[in-house]
């Protein structure tokens, strides 16, 4: 061994050691939940609340669950991306508007004799050059070429007991022969056979000239009709896909639209890629004034989809989102309680921090109203007497929407005296819920007349109890349920609590097996009766009307409603409906919302519909300007590892004097003649 080196090398080997950590942690190391490649590509990063409930067309009624939906199981209509005010429907896989005529015939009744029905029949024409997806399903795995018939297979399947369609009452009091059909399934049903498809529908025809035209038939006039030809549950199905996978069609969807479904991992992410069967379709090239000065004309012309994949992550806890979102892994996310104080220091303000970035702030308000349900079956708040409305009316005057507001939502949004939001014809902006002012004075009195006075429940000489079902299970969730506790225990009652994970809540409510329960209301079509039919009878649970509140009245002047197009009459009708409804108050209404998000900048044509979910077909993303951002906005902070070094060899020093002086010694025992000495 030679020492005269042995100290040099020791020095150089340890700053070079050091030096490779401190390359490695620079360089190397990150925190991207994305494989490197990705961030630069042709990929759009969102996130879901929860996980879907279901991706079958004929069942998902979720806003989650159709927010992957919509882009797999295109419709007759779409909505225009940017028309606003009102919102237009384009034709997405028609190939021209309906036309639609009044007709008089004779119908079976129930009883078999026959009766003259004025109704209205509709004609529909399809393009010719839409097919289904790839899938085994199919001969060769090639998805087939879609004709008339696949439609009117879809509103069968709406009609068959076996499936828990949640809209099927939207069409099988109006659809000629529809109930008919539901009836002689629902037999079979019974004896535990399979569902006859083979049955027909007088209401829905094909045309034997033309294997792209087909008929409805309705047993009255319905102009909302149009609308319900814009939703997935009408979509084109392929017979195939549902022989094939049956309940499984929820996790393995067979559809036409613009992208197909090609990872899914329960609770994780959902990942869509372009569809190569997709149908043409193009971006829009007129809009609203201000349209193109905001840069969303920009794409105009060109072919859909402007990304190649879709991956939604399903992200719970809401500041998980968040930090993903500042870390530029989510592409946008909402403002909420999670992020308030960090993104917007007051209403309309984006913070100075977000906006150096390039982050854009984008108010919209929604077609939609949350609320509280009773269930109006439950032997306590249900019912239709005077003891039982008077509970109900004191625990709606109980709750001060102002102060919820304020509170939940940091004063955005519009407190909801009904249904109807502002916007569709029948809201009236004048008028006043008595049931929803926020009176505790009344509302203890109210109590006492329902027969507990001071909240005491003269049976078992204790407070009423109320339970609550809700999904509040994260943290901004907790503090907007300690706000509702506190009202209802300020009323004289106890209030026991029931959090559970969205999709659980959400059965629990389409089971009945709740009490009382925070819910709401996206529009799925911008009229007046897609809000007034939450307390329609027939609608009754899984139906939309989740309460199960079916008053006789109500019905009939909802009937008489929603077959009118917009005249003064309806709105009178309109009116009638919102004053039964708040004497019986089988919901408390909360608010009608109003919401910010903040986009990245390089996520482009950002316009939120109220209604549509389809937007992400629209969204472009520059992968470059995104991939440079993330690695600005997560250099890793070395200073800390810098030092460490520092430390490191320093500490060092004196250690190495020791073997310096060691070595010395043993060379001054080496002989001057040169004779070893070890």
């Not at 984006?350 to 984008?362: E, K, N, T, Y």
Request: overall charge neutral; hydrophobic content about 35%.
């Amino acid at each position: 061994m030679n020492h005269k080196n042995f100290l040099p090398r020791t020095i150089t080997f340890g700053a070079l050691l050091a030096c490779l950590c401190l390359a490695m942690f620079a360089t190397g190391c990150g925190n991207s939940p994305y494989p490197a490649a990705n961030s630069s590509r042709s990929i759009l990063y969102l996130a879901l609340t929860d996980d879907v409930k279901s991706l079958d067309p004929t069942i998902a009624y979720d806003v989650d669950s159709g927010s992957v939906v919509n882009l797999l199981y295109p419709a007759y209509f779409n909505y225009d991306y940017l028309k606003r005010n009102p919102l237009q429907l384009d034709l997405c896989l028609g190939a021209r508007m309906p036309s639609v005529k009044p007709v008089t015939y004779l119908a079976a009744t129930p009883s078999g004799s026959k009766k003259m029905v004025n109704g209205q029949l509709w004609t529909f024409q399809i393009r010719p050059d839409l097919r289904f997806q790839n899938d085994p399903c199919f001969p060769n795995g090639q998805g087939r070429q879609i004709t008339a018939a696949d439609f009117i297979y879809s509103f069968k399947r709406m009609a068959d007991p076996s499936v828990p369609c949640p809209i099927v009452a939207y069409f099988d009091t109006k659809i000629e022969g529809m109930a008919a059909y539901e009836a002689h399934n629902r037999k079979l049903t019974d004896e535990h056979k399979k569902s006859d498809y083979s049955y027909p529908i007088t209401g829905l025809q094909l045309d034997s000239k033309n294997p792209y035209i087909f008929r409805i038939l309705l047993n009255h006039p319905y102009p909302q009709l149009r609308y319900l030809m814009a939703m997935s549950f009408t979509s084109p199905l392929a017979h195939e896909a549902v022989d094939t996978y049956g309940a499984h069609l929820a996790t393995h969807p067979v559809g036409c639209g613009q992208f197909v479904l090609t990872k899914y991992v329960p609770r994780g992410e959902i990942v869509l890629k372009k569809n190569p069967n997709r149908p043409v379709e193009y971006y829009p090239s007129t809009g609203m004034p201000g349209d193109r000065a905001a840069g969303l004309l920009a794409d105009a012309g060109k072919r859909l989809p402007l990304v190649n994949t879709v991956q939604f992550n399903i992200i719970r806890e809401g500041i998980t989102a968040w930090n993903e979102f500042r870390q530029g892994y989510l592409d946008d996310t909402g403002v909420s309680q999670n992020n308030f104080q960090q993104a917007m220091p007051r209403p309309d303000y984006l913070s100075p921090d977000l906006a150096a970035r390039g982050i854009r702030l984008v108010k919209s308000v929604g077609i939609d109203v949350d609320y509280y349900i009773f269930n109006m079956d439950d032997p306590v708040v249900g019912g239709y007497s005077a003891r039982a409305r008077h509970l109900r009316q004191a625990i709606s005057m109980a709750i001060d929407e102002h102060e919820e507001i304020d509170l939940e939502t940091l004063g955005l949004g519009t407190p909801a005296q009904w249904l109807v939001p502002p916007g569709l014809f029948g809201y009236d902006p004048n008028y006043t819920n008595p049931y929803r002012v926020f009176n505790l004075i009344k509302a203890k009195a109210l109590l006492a007349q329902a027969g507990y006075p001071n909240g005491v429940d003269p049976e078992t000489h204790r407070r009423l109890v109320l339970y609550y079902d809700n999904s509040y299970t994260d943290a901004a969730g907790r503090q907007t349920l300690a706000l509702h506790l506190r009202e209802l225990d300020a009323l004289g009652i106890d209030v026991v609590s029931r959090s559970f994970r969205y999709n659980v809540f959400q059965d629990h409510v389409n089971n009945g097996q709740f009490q009382f329960a925070n819910w709401g209301w996206v529009a799925d079509y911008p009229d007046p009766e897609n809000f007034a039919f939450l307390l329609y009878g027939p609608n009754k649970r899984p139906g939309p009307n989740e309460s199960d509140y079916n008053n006789p009245e109500y019905n009939s002047v909802f009937e008489q409603m929603q077959t009118m197009n917009d005249t003064p009459q309806r709105a009178r009708l309109i009116a009638e409906l919102r004053n039964i409804s708040a004497r019986d108050c089988p919901l408390i209404y909360q608010r009608h919302s109003e919401t910010y998000a903040l986009v990245q900048p390089w996520l482009k044509n950002f316009k939120p519909n109220p209604i549509a979910l389809d937007s992400p077909e629209y969204y472009r993303i520059n992968g470059q300007l995104r991939a440079k951002l993330q690695n600005q906005w997560n250099r890793p902070t070395v200073w800390p590892l810098v030092m460490g070094v520092i430390v490191i060899l320093v500490s060092a020093v004196p250690a190495l004097n020791v073997v310096k002086r060691r070595a010395n010694r043993h060379v001054r025992r080496n002989s001057p003649q040169g004779a070893t000495g070890l």
